[in-house]
């Protein structure tokens, strides 16, 4: 009779402690899904309400009644897995859908990267020039190339070369005045200029992405007039200390 008692009361125990283990080593995990939290719960339900019923089958005294109050306990244990399974399931889930979610960004990546490339030669040949709004489109496309932090590849140097091609072929020009003005009284702004006051201005002196960092740098290596009025804070943040940390930088 004992042993029956001690067997109704530590398996049930280790399906608990199973499901506390479970528990205590994703402590840490800043969200949990929704179909883990209820596979924790319902685990932990089972485990209570198999454990009476079994002491109870135990306890009686009909024929098979001690194989059958075992099976019941075995099967609260095995209940006590239901977390790490599920875990497990909606985890790879998860990995399938980012993988589905990343291959798409990337052909969409690589897709419009293509038609813009396209675009590039037919201007040069046409000597048709990007409007200001065109240009700053396709300089914001040139700071988002980065996909890396999506675990995808980082296609900085492909567009950074588009755009390149762009300013030595002479369809977009980092002097080119834009066609709204900041303020009523206030000259219009070159491409470059907008492009600061758009990415980085708001941002500065802190958080700002190295990669719009890099495309300022690269308007004004390609001849960037920032002597008027609007380039003053421009130069401003052109001439601190740059620290970089990942993929945002600091200025000082």
């Known amino acids: 009779m004992i042993w029956r008692i001690l067997l109704s009361l530590v398996l049930p125990l280790l399906g608990l402690a199973n499901i506390v283990a479970f528990r205590l080593q994703n402590l840490m995990r800043e969200a949990w899904p929704t179909p883990v939290t209820f596979a924790i719960y319902a685990a932990a339900l089972a485990e209570i309400v198999l454990a009476a019923i079994a002491a109870a089958v135990l306890r009686a005294r009909w024929r098979g009644h001690t ?4 099976l019941i306990l075995i ?3 095995a209940a ?5 399974v599920t875990d497990i399931v909606v985890t790879g889930q998860q990995i399938a859908e980012k993988q589905a979610a990343g291959a798409d960004a990337e052909m969409q990546f690589q ?5 813009r490339s396209g675009d590039v030669d037919d201007r040069i040949d046409a000597k048709k020039p990007y409007t200001a709004t065109e240009a700053l489109d396709l300089l914001g496309f040139a700071a988002d190339a980065d996909l890396s932090w999506e675990s995808l590849p980082d296609h900085t140097p492909e567009a950074f070369s588009l ?12 002097n080119a005045l834009t066609t709204t003005t ?22 500065s002196p802190r958080l700002i992405k190295k990669h719009d960092w890099d495309v300022l740098a690269l308007l004004v290596a390609h001849g960037a007039d920032l002597s ?7 130069r401003a943040d052109l001439s601190r200390k740059i620290t970089i940390s990942g993929r945002f930088i600091s200025l000082q």
């Open 67 to 70: 194989l059958t109050g075992v």
């Open 75 to 77: 099967v609260a244990f």
């Open 80 to 84: 006590s897995f239901a977390p790490w």
């Open 111 to 115: 897709g419009d990267l293509l038609d």
């Open 163 to 174: 755009v390149e091609r762009a300013i030595t072929g002479g369809i977009l020009d980092p």
């Open 182 to 203: 900041p303020t009523a009284d206030s000259p219009a702004e070159t491409i470059t200029v907008a492009f600061y006051e758009q990415r980085i201005r708001p941002v």
């Open 228 to 234: 008027g009025e609007g380039g003053a804070a421009v």
